[in-house]
């Protein structure tokens, strides 16, 4: 089993920072892919960036590309989302989410384990 805990949202100006973090425990995850996912009110959960544990190869959703960065710390076995220039458009609940294969991670069905998310909101 596998527990994601989130932390770091809040509230932010437009074009502030806010760095997001999700600590792992209960199994090791060197094979594993990390992601972080968002949903605002009314929408779909939808796919923000990824991670692999192993070779540290990243993927980004395009609307977030240049202004997030994911990174992971193995020894922490903690993952980071660093947003930077925010727009209220970036207002939604984050999500941490662990899958076991490194196929299509960009969709939400190939995560196995998910963390109950953490608010981000972005005000004009």
């Known amino acids: 089993q596998v527990q994601l805990v989130e932390s770091g949202g809040g509230l932010v100006q437009a074009g502030g920072s806010l760095r997001l973090s999700c600590a792992a425990s209960g199994r090791t995850f060197s094979s ?20 692999s544990w192993r070779e540290g190869s990243t993927y980004y959703a395009d609307s977030v590309k240049g202004r997030f960065t994911i990174s992971r710390d193995n020894a922490k076995n903690t993952v980071y989302l660093q947003m930077n220039s925010l727009k209220p458009e970036d207002t939604a609940v984050y999500f941490c989410a662990a899958a076991a294969r490194p196929f299509n991670v960009w969709v939400k069905s190939a995560y196995d384990y998910w963390g109950q998310g953490t608010q981000v909101t972005v005000s004009s």
């Open 32 to 51: 594993y892919v990390m992601g972080w996912f968002r949903q605002a009110p009314g929408k779909e959960r939808e796919f923000v960036a990824a991670i």
